[in-house]
């Protein structure tokens, strides 16, 4: 089976959301995490 690449945008409690999400899902882990100024990406 192909892996999946899931992106999830939040404005608030995204922490709980990547546990919840991690917990749920057999052998998943998060990779990466890039957080967003007002001023944009980067």
Same mark, same amino acid.
């Given at each position: 089976m192909p892996a999946i690449t899931p992106s999830l945008w939040f404005d608030n409690d995204l922490e709980e959301a990547m546990a919840h999400y991690t917990a749920i899902f057999?052998? &998943? &882990?998060?990779?990466t995490i890039e957080r967003y100024t007002d001023a944009g990406p980067g």
């Open positions: 057999p052998n &998943s &882990s998060i990779e």
